[in-house]
C-alpha cells in the first residue's frame, strides 16, 4: 500500500503550499516586479533590510615577528613569496591608514565650512535685520512729526479728519507690508564663499 500523494512531494510535511512556478527575469524591471510581487503576496510579513556592509579594516600587524627576513645568503626559494605576501599586506594596512586620515582631515575641512558659511549667514542677517528696524524708526518718526502737524492743523480744518482716516487705513497696510517683507527667507547658502 503507498501512502497518500502530498503537493509538495516532501515525506513528513503537510501539502499546505501549493508550487510556485519559478519564472526567471529576463530584465532589471521584471526582477523589481517579482520581487515586489513576492512582498505583496503577505503584507504582514516584514521586509527584509540588509544592514549596512562593514568596513575593511587590515589585520594589525605582529607585535612580535619571529622570522627576520635579512638579506643574508642561504634562504630558500619559497622565503621570497612569504616576504612578498608581508610586503603586500603591510602596503594595504598603510594605505587603509592614509584614506582613514584623508577622510578625518575632509570631514573636519567640510565641519569648518559648515561653521564659515552659518557665521556669514548670521552676520548678513544681523546686518539686514539693523536695516530694517532702522527704517522702521524713520517711518514712526515720519507718522509722530506728521500726526504732530496734522493735529496742530485740525483746529483750522475739520475736514482733515476723512483724509487722516484715509491715511491711517494706507499707513496700517505698509505696515502690513513690512511685517510680510520682514519674515525674508534665510540666506545660509553652502557653496557660496
Known amino acids: 500500500m503507498a501512502a497518500p500523494t502530498q503537493k509538495n512531494n516532501k515525506p513528513g510535511k503537510p501539502g499546505g503550499k501549493e508550487a510556485q512556478p519559478l519564472i526567471i527575469a529576463k530584465t532589471p ?14 503584507p504582514d510579513k516584514l521586509a ?18 619571529r622570522d627576520v627576513m635579512g638579506s643574508s645568503a642561504g634562504a630558500g626559494s619559497g622565503e621570497f613569496h612569504v ?4 610586503r603586500r599586506r603591510e602596503y594595504q594596512r598603510q594605505d587603509f591608514l592614509d584614506k ?15 561653521e564659515r ?22 517711518k514712526l518718526l515720519a507718522k509722530k512729526a506728521k500726526r504732530e502737524t496734522k493735529s496742530k492743523k485740525e483746529g483750522d480744518d475739520k475736514s482733515s479728519e476723512s483724509e487722516e482716516e484715509d491715511e491711517s487705513k494706507d499707513e496700517d497696510e505698509e505696515d502690513e507690508r513690512e511685517a510680510e517683507d520682514d519674515a525674508e527667507a534665510p540666506s545660509f547658502i553652502m557653496g557660496k564663499k
Do not use: C, G
Open 117 to 138: 558659511n552659518k557665521e556669514a549667514a548670521e552676520e548678513r542677517t544681523a546686518k539686514r535685520r539693523k536695516k530694517r528696524e532702522k527704517m522702521k524708526q524713520k
Open 29 to 42: 524591471a521584471e526582477e523589481q516586479r517579482l520581487k515586489l510581487e513576492k512582498l505583496m503576496r503577505n
Open 48 to 65: 527584509p533590510i540588509p544592514d549596512r556592509p562593514k568596513e575593511w579594516n587590515p589585520r594589525a600587524p605582529p607585535e612580535f615577528v
Open 100 to 114: 582613514i586620515s584623508e577622510k578625518q582631515t575632509k570631514d573636519e575641512e567640510y565641519l569648518e565650512k559648515l
Open 83 to 86: 616576504y612578498r605576501h608581508l
